[in-house]
């Protein structure tokens, strides 16, 4: 029934190296795609997006592919910091303005 | 600019109760969503309002959950009544109408029906 996934619900890594957050999507007819940073008691905050006719977008420290044949995508941070320290939802839409499909998030913690 | 502001941010009833939950979104924003997430698990959708209109309702979990937004501005989400498996944190998000791809979300309403 969920299709969006995110298999690993937490990560640590150090401070300065690469964090790779995962996400699968079961739906083909997604074609656009979004990572969501969340603080505690906060709400989700928009990171970075990409659109079904890209595998790569890049924003600075933040890159997300995209593998449509295998329906995954990923978020890497490099370098890694300690204010990236947060839950990550990985989202999912089709068409625009219509509803967003999350997962379940992964918790990462980047270690000084 | 303001944000999406949600009130309140806690709300702890009893089983049976009512509660509403009310959103104000960004100033302009036609596109209104209602979301919840239960503990742990994903963020889910409820209902998505254009202006004053559902557009999608198709997450609402049942008839004891309804949604307003009248004047196409804030909007409020009722629960009559709580049942226990209602807790969680719900957020609202809006978008602009001609860029609906990211919605900004509210710090959300953490409601826990005991």
């Known amino acids: 029934d969920q299709q969006v996934k995110q298999n690993s619900p937490s990560l640590s890594v150090q401070e300065g190296r690469i964090s790779i957050l995962n996400c699968d999507y079961t739906?083909?007819?997604?074609?656009?795609f979004l990572w969501y940073k969340k603080y505690p008691a906060e709400g989700p905050t928009f990171l970075i997006s990409i659109s079904s006719i890209k595998d790569k977008n890049e924003d600075g420290r933040f890159t997300v592919f995209l593998n449509k044949s295998a329906k995954h995508l990923s978020l890497h941070i490099v370098p890694s910091q300690p204010g990236d320290s947060a839950v990550y939802f990985c989202?999912?839409?089709?068409?625009?303005?219509?509803?967003?499909?999350f997962g379940t998030g992964t918790s990462l913690t980047v270690i000084p | 600019e303001a944000g999406v502001t949600q009130f309140p941010s806690h709300s702890v009833i009893e089983k049976g109760q009512t509660v509403t939950l009310r959103c104000d979104p960004i100033?302009?924003?036609?596109?209104l969503y209602w979301y919840r997430r239960v503990m742990g698990k994903e963020i889910k959708f409820l209902l998505h309002f254009v202006k004053e209109s559902k557009q999608d309702e198709s997450g609402m979990p049942n008839n004891r959950f309804l949604a307003e937004r009248t004047g196409g501005t804030y909007s409020t989400l009722k629960v009559q009544p709580a049942e226990l498996e209602d807790s969680g944190v719900y957020f609202c998000?809006?978008?602009?109408?001609?860029?609906?791809?990211?919605?900004?979300f509210g710090p959300g309403t953490r409601l826990t029906v005991l």
């Open positions: 998000a809006s978008s602009q109408v001609w860029d609906g791809y990211e919605q900004f």
């Open positions: 989202a999912a839409s089709q068409n625009t303005g219509n509803q967003f499909y």
């Open positions: 100033s302009g924003h036609d596109n």
């Open positions: 739906n083909s007819m997604f074609d656009y």
